[in-house]
């Protein structure tokens, strides 16, 4: 994933409604008349969501006959799940590296 890519789906997510269509999205593939029924918004809100999010590359469709079924897009999430475990991996290491500076430190002045 590129910075722009990444910066489209963090604000894709930033949005409540988009969340919910992912969430609705990770029990199964749905039309978006489907995935209306769940949702305070119109159809047609529904799919504008499903854009943003199919442009962040955390959704895709498929077409069947005359409607479009739309699921989460695996590759899209791990690239997620890839960036969170980066920025938590790293957060808990430094939080380790502060932990033992901070021993050290107790230890110097305690002799």
Known sequence: MTTNQDDRVWEALGDRTRRAIVL???EGPKPVGELATYLPVSRSAVSQHLKVLKDAGLVAEQAVGTK??????????????DQLDTFWNRTLSGFESLVERSQKERKARGR
Request: proline fraction near 0%; glycine fraction near 6%.
């Open 24 to 26: 609705c999205l990770t």
């Open 68 to 81: 479009r079924i739309y699921r989460v897009n695996e590759a899209g999430v791990l690239a997620l799940r």
